[in-house]
């Protein structure tokens, strides 16, 4: 396996992985790095411990070689057209609102260009990208949102050719435009070491999570529709009125290095939600969130409207982690597009409710397959892996429609989840369950298996249902739960917490 390799490069900076082995969001030991030009001048020098490494301050069109004790990579950062300040078009740090100067600075870069926010606070409302273009945020620079939303612009919920650009919950629904909306754009890229801060712990997003104002819902911080070639790396964002980061029918897209916080008292602020998206991949993420760190979307379907669904396919996660939260990776429930080809690995999971968590329900059709965690390490989560299809989500959620285990008939509306793989898992002072299995008796979960998971359980645990469903019992230091399951494989246990169910 190749140990380094590059993962983006923009006109400023660089996002390289060191991938040792045992590097997980970590490396196993810290390593000190060389970053020359090709001509052999001494452009950067350091030690990082994280398995991604950040590069920044690079100049454009520029070869570059970083040298390190595990071997050493080539890489050229991009061509640069031209360089737009905010600070030229009147921004001012701790203004009251730079919308203005920042949108008319966004308008000015020629294409192939870079928008550079210096350091600074600079208070805004939505902006909105343009493609072929670069946002650098320098290190001290924050681009934060102001919290009054009465003039805040608002998507609808399709523009004038029929695309879906609001949305909620897997709906087609108005919405607030978020702080940073980019609306069928290509080749755009935003980096740095600046902050993006969506002002959900100002004004009263977080008082309102399943309402409307002004016929709207809230806005994401970061909400990208329709685009092509995207890349994220460096950044914080943080404070989000509702989900952080929402991709929506997205390809090619690229975040890495990036640090997502939200207190986690905040209603609905899921860290990063790939939806309906192809080919992303998310590397060496820290997430410290309200909600789930990545919740992989994918629609909803919603009677007989089926229009708006697209399948979420070939995402990769790696080198990630994941602490607090609902879940570390969530896939559905709004998976009624299809959830197909999602790769897990090398990573760590602290103190989330659960670790991988599958969720669906009766009515949603769809698909969730081929999807597999591998090498990664947990502590002080519930329940590792869940997967759960009697999920009691929406007003009739509990109903006997949804929740009765007797089989009901076999249409386009029953969900399928098969071809599950959890390899080399390490999981320490679980508390209720390892592996809770849950499948509808008219679609059992099929190929599901284990291998090389080793489990230990924490000795305070209290007992609790592992699962979101009717009719589940409380346990404690369970191993295996399963109904309505397809599984093969076993657990090997730490010798002082042999399996004992209540």
């Not at 602490?323 to 959830?339: C, F, K, N, P």
């Not at 329940?383 to 929740?403: H, K, L, M, W």
């Not at 849950?438 to 059992?444: D, M, R, S």
């Amino acid at each position: 396996m190749t140990v380094l390799a590059l993962i983006a490069a923009t006109p400023w900076t660089a996002t390289v992985l060191l991938a040792p082995d045992g590097a997980r969001y970590a490396l196993p030991e810290p390593v000190d790095f060389l970053l020359k030009t090709t001509a052999g001048g001494l452009a950067a020098s350091g030690r990082t411990d994280r398995a991604v490494l950040q590069l920044n301050g690079l100049e454009p069109a520029t070869d570059y070689r970083l040298e390190t004790p595990l071997g050493a990579i080539e890489f050229r950062t991009g061509h640069c057209s031209g360089k737009v300040s905010i600070l030229d078009f009147g921004a001012q740090s701790e203004a009251a609102d730079n919308s203005a100067a920042i949108q008319a600075a966004i308008d000015a870069v020629p294409d192939g260009g870079t928008l550079l926010v210096p350091p600074g606070r600079f208070h805004t409302g939505p902006l909105f990208l343009r493609s072929h273009m670069t946002v650098y945020l320098a290190e001290g620079a924050e681009l934060s949102a102001i919290h009054d939303w009465r003039d805040w612009p608002i998507l609808e919920e399709r523009d004038d050719s029929g695309r879906v650009i609001g949305t909620w919950e897997g709906l087609p629904a108005r919405s607030f435009a978020s702080l940073i909306t980019a609306i069928g754009c290509k080749d755009i890229a935003l980096t740095g070491r600046g902050i993006i801060d969506g002002g959900g712990d100002r004004g009263d997003w977080w008082s309102w999570p399943k309402e409307t104002r002004r016929g709207a819902r809230r806005p994401r911080t970061v909400f990208l529709a329709h685009c092509d070639h995207v890349v994220l790396t460096g950044l914080t964002v943080r404070n989000s009125p509702s989900w952080t980061i929402h991709p929506y029918r997205c390809r090619r897209l690229a975040a890495a290095a990036l640090t997502i916080e939200n207190p986690p008292d905040s209603p609905n602020t899921d860290g990063f939600n790939p939806e309906s998206c192809d080919d992303v991949s998310l590397t060496g993420l820290h997430f410290s969130v309200g909600d789930d760190c990545i919740a992989v979307k994918a629609g909803k379907r919603d009677g007989a409207r089926t229009d708006h669904l697209a399948p979420t396919r070939n995402l990769s996660i790696s080198h990630c982690l994941m602490e607090r939260g609902h879940g570390a990776v969530v896939l559905g429930s709004e998976m009624s597009g299809g959830i197909t080809n999602i790769r897990i690995e090398k990573c760590t999971f602290l103190g989330t409710d659960r670790g991988l968590r599958i969720k669906t329900r009766r009515g949603r059709g769809g698909k969730v397959a081929n999807i597999s965690m591998s090498d990664v390490e947990l502590d002080r989560v519930a329940t590792a892996v869940a997967v759960n299809a009697f999920y009691f989500c929406d007003a009739d959620g509990t109903s006997e429609a949804v929740q009765s285990r007797e089989p009901a008939p076999v249409d386009a509306t029953t969900p399928e989840i098969c071809n599950i793989l959890v390899k080399n898992i390490t999981a320490t002072n679980v508390q209720l369950a390892a592996v809770a299995l849950l499948g509808l008796p008219e679609a059992p979960l099929s190929n599901i298996r284990i291998d090389n998971m080793q489990v230990a359980f924490d000795p305070d645990a209290q007992p609790d249902v592992p699962l979101m469903a009717s009719h589940v019992p409380a346990c404690r230091h369970e191993g295996i739960f399963a109904r309505f399951a397809d599984v093969v494989g076993e657990l090997t246990f730490a010798r002082k917490d042999d399996r004992h169910a209540d």
